[in-house]
């Protein structure tokens, strides 16, 4: 996606994150168990350390290249949304990177921009 605008690459990260923290149920964190908190908590400082490390970047393109690589090899071994297994905790965790950093739209801020 190097060929895409800057502005453009980070609007459609941007909707990705927001239809990530649908997909993991980030709406209703607020119930959720506070170990279960910490775990997203644990795994957030965990893609934080990757990505600083990795020399890259914690804005919208990078969290959502990350996040979209943790989902594809996921699939690929037969994982589905749903429950708190790792991947779903680790998504989870990339999300509230991206709600903490500012840096997550809503959706239709970012349908929006895009038209």
Do not use: F, K
Not at 79 to 107: F, K
Request: proline share 3%; glycine share 10%.
């Amino acid at each position: 996606m190097n060929w895409l605008a800057p502005r453009r690459r980070r609007l459609i990260a941007q909707r990705e994150l927001s239809s990530l923290a649908a997909l993991v149920g980030m709406e209703t964190r607020s119930q959720w168990a506070p170990g279960l908190l910490a775990e997203v908590d644990q795994h957030a400082a965990a893609v934080r350390d990757i990505l600083i490390l990795g020399d890259h970047g914690l804005g919208p393109v990078e969290l959502a290249d990350y996040a979209r690589g943790v989902e594809d090899v996921a699939r690929d071994r037969g994982w589905r949304p749903g429950g708190h297994d790792w991947v779903t905790l680790r998504l989870a965790g990339v999300c509230l990177l991206a709600m903490t950093d500012g840096v997550m739209a809503s959706i239709s801020d970012g349908d929006a921009a895009l038209s």
